[in-house]
């Protein structure tokens, strides 16, 4: 299980959230080669979507940088292995949900 070799880097999400990430991400890797980045970031996406609700963004790579707005409690950046995984619920604009978005900028992968 590869999810337990993840290294979580920040988060804001409770716990719970935190361990379905690394778990969607472990499934994802276990389905497609590492090198498939988008669709193990489609795969992780689409079940944050089913579980949670719509509205989620995942980035999956070996290097890249991120300053994104996203709901409080819904961010988390991690690496498994050499890859970086990103995973967040934005939204459109800061005036459908006033005072519940944060803006963190995720450590370069």
Wanted: proline content about 2%; some cysteine.
């Amino acid at each position: 299980m590869l999810e337990s070799k993840a290294v979580i880097g920040e988060s804001d999400m409770l716990q719970t959230m935190q361990l379905d990430a690394l778990k969607y991400a472990g499934k994802a890797l276990d389905e497609f080669e590492a090198s498939d980045s988008t669709e193990i970031a489609r795969f992780i996406k689409k079940e944050f979507d089913k579980v949670y609700g719509p509205g989620w963004q995942c980035v999956v790579g070996t290097s890249f940088g991120s300053f994104v707005t996203h709901h409080c409690g819904c961010f988390i950046h991690f690496g498994i292995g050499n890859l970086a995984i990103l995973l967040f619920r934005g939204g459109a604009t800061p005036q459908t949900d006033t005072g519940r978005f944060v803006t963190m900028e995720a450590a370069k992968a």
